[in-house]
């Protein structure tokens, strides 16, 4: 039966688990948004491009995949650095472009959102470098098939793609014959060939005497979290995450022993995982922040990589090799009793908390001890972002209990990001309550941490929060100015400073509720007495809280060992 274009779309990326679009309305996709809602789609409306593309992101890294809709030219250069961040870090984001009647682009008439030359291309030129596959829509019978490869590329890739609309095409009817059959991953077909690699990694591990495991970001993209997760619990090997791996797996395990940071790490183990002679990686990112300087790179010769489409032998690169086919071959056969077993591993620390009976109430916040201490505030379900940033490294110390997933800075390290990254998780967590399919999980709340001058890039964000009414507690760390950058370089320097804001006025600035709760904290007793209040603990929309800390106060552990890893290799000077 024949269907409009906007709608044959729209129904796919329903079908396809996405419950809400993010975007602004422009002037060549408002025909496009008319069929938003009619689809069973809520449309969020963001304060601006960016902020929806940010947003967007956060909500494709927990719901799986995420959409947003610009319009041409300027809306969708406004979103290209958030579309650059989410192809950096593997969120698979739909960008879907309104773009000019195609008669105008025929004729290369001189329109607005234009450089009034002619030239309709450029801006998806740019989109081809920061996405991993691209549909210009011209030919309606052409339209489902293009539209359903690039959702294809979507999901087998975990990254971007980018989908022009000609505002004379939405309404245009196509085909309906193709929404019959589903959009899927490529299967695995069994071959001697796999066989071969899962019996080298399999004689691997049983001749090991000492294995570890470390478990990377890109292992989410993959789908083998928890493939890993059933690995590790049955193994009951040593477990180690990185930043882009933080809270992927159950931290509450006793073998999970936290971040490695590398050479920031203790002797003890450092000297224990470097003598492992089987280091099992999964969904290796070894960018430079997410490896301190590329310290915790394990040894390539002990190590066997789990990446896409491929599985490494230290140097040996033995490709088409999807991993998840191989872990889950591991988890149905392995011989659990022929595996090194450990019985204790007592020189290996866990991250732990603090309880306030640990600090003077009367004595001012600081960061050596705060992240331990506001772990404590979280509980099962919730999402905790940590802003790029000192929040972003201080976050990394926290032990966390089950189900919850964690943000932190990577590799794009774009300031701004994590609010509206934290209005797209939490819409995204609150559709999967609803749906319950939430590991159970009903009072779930999204926590975001973030520096005062993070939160002035992105603040209207805010209004999309409480317009929403999500469950968002939002910990502004105001430290006066760019905290991060003082310790790279800078400290006394007036570039690092901004301007004095009065944060907790934001919320009504922004439209919340006269009775939205906002708290300030500048003593340790201040902050526990807000972490008890029930209103913070069990509210149901905004609530913001500001601390108050030193400006050159810095976490001392993640943040210092990455710095750190930067002076040695004379990026950072932080003397001035």
Known sequence: MPIKLAEYLFRRLRVLGIGSIHGVPGDYNLTLLDYVEPAGLRWVGNANELNAAYATDGYARIKGLGAL??????????????????????????????????????????????????????????????TVAQARLSEPRACPEQIDEV???????????????????VDQEVSDERLSVPISLPGTTPSAALDRVFERVLERIYT?????????????PLRIVELIQELVQKTHWPTWSTGFGKGLLDETLPNFHGIYPGSHESSNTQGFVKQADLVLCFGP??????????????NPESTIYFTYNAIKFGTDVVRDVPP??????????????????????????????????????????????????????????????????????????????KHTRVFTPVTWLSIGHMLPAAQGAALAQEELVASSNYNGVQNARTILLIGDGSFQMTAQELA?????????????????????????HGRKQGYNDIAPWRYLQAPSLFGAREDTFTGSASTWKELEDILAN??????????????FMGREDAPTGPLAGYLQAQIERGVVDNTV
């Not at 090991?208 to 989410?220: F, N, T, Y």
């Open 285 to 298: 990112h070894h960018s430079s922040s997410n490896t301190y300087g590329y310290s915790n790179i394990p």
């Open 151 to 169: 959702l294809k590329q979507c999901l087998i890739h975990s990254r971007p793609i980018y989908i022009e609309i000609p505002v004379d095409l």
């Open 324 to 401: 998840k086919y191989i872990i889950s071959q591991l988890v149905q056969t392995l011989d659990f009793a022929k595996i090194a077993r450990y019985t204790s591993c007592p020189d290996l620390p866990r991250d732990y908390n603090l309880s306030f009976s640990n600090v003077d109430g009367s004595q001012p916040i600081e960061q050596s001890k705060l992240w331990r201490l506001l772990a404590n505030f979280l509980r099962p379900g919730d999402i905790i972002l940590g802003e790029t940033g000192t929040a972003g490294y201080g976050v990394r110390e926290m032990a966390l209990p």
């Open 464 to 488: 999309t929060i409480i317009r929403h009414r999500l469950n968002v507690v939002v910990f502004l760390i105001n430290n006066d100015g760019y905290t991060i950058e003082r310790c790279i």
């Open 69 to 130: 809709i610009t319009t041409f030219g300027v809306g969708e250069l406004s979103a290209a650095n958030a579309i650059a961040g989410a192809y950096t870090e593997l969120a698979p984001v739909i960008h879907i472009v309104g773009t000019p009647e195609r008669a105008s682009q025929d004729e290369r008439k001189l329109i607005h959102h234009t450089f009034n030359d002619g030239e309709y291309t450029r801006f998806a030129k740019i989109h081809c470098h920061l």
């Open 208 to 220: 090991a005497k000492q294995p570890i495991v470390i478990v990377d970001g890109e292992s989410r």
């Open 534 to 547: 029930n209103e913070v603990k069990d509210g149901k929309e905004l609530r913001m809280i500001e601390v």
